[in-house]
């Protein structure tokens, strides 16, 4: 099996790494690495036999994650983060209309469902009070700090 990084390359995640029960201290879904974060390569191994799996150090955060290789680009490759990812809570920075109708209050809570929607990548899903919207990232401000 051929590995594609080598101890020390440093690599970007290319999603949102979140704990899926392994990682001790953390419950489990909380947020562990910022997609676009990047890292560097301590280990490599195998997981049943078939799945490559990196040890990433992230500096910025302090932690050593696991992650598979679909997870990871080269540093190299380009990235466009946007300001937002899957799962971030958000608030609007002002009221959202339909026509004449408010259907978001201004600093109402809501969470991305979608990133890099629109031409530019710059608008999101978002769902307020179990409705989806679509809202461009000037509309909304982080409410979830990352670690």
């Known amino acids: 099996m051929k590995r594609k990084y080598a101890f020390g390359e440093e690599v970007r995640v290319s999603r949102a790494i979140r704990n899926d029960g392994t990682m001790p201290g ?14 560097f390569v301590r280990e ?4 049943l036999m ?5 040890q990433i150090h992230f ?7 696991g992650c598979r290789e ?9 990235w466009h983060a946007g300001q937002f990812q899957y799962g971030d809570t958000v608030a609007c920075r002002h009221a959202l209309a339909i026509g004449d109708n408010i259907v978001v209050a201004a ?6 469902t979608a990133t890099g929607q629109g031409e530019d990548a710059d608008s999101y899903t978002v769902t307020f009070s179990g409705r989806w919207f679509q809202v461009p990232a000037s509309a909304m ?3 979830e700090t990352p670690l």
């Not at 490599?44 to 997981?47: K, M, P, R």
């Not at 078939?50 to 990196?54: A, E, F, G, L, P």
């Open 26 to 39: 953390y419950r489990r879904g909380d947020l562990l690495v910022r997609r676009g974060s990047t890292g």
């Open 44 to 47: 490599q191994g195998t997981f």
């Open 50 to 54: 078939d799945k490559v799996i990196y």
């Open 59 to 65: 500096p910025d955060c302090g932690l050593i994650v």
């Open 70 to 78: 679909q997870e990871l680009l080269p540093l190299s490759e380009p």
């Open 107 to 112: 600093g109402e809570q809501g969470h991305i």
């Open 141 to 143: 401000i982080l409410l």
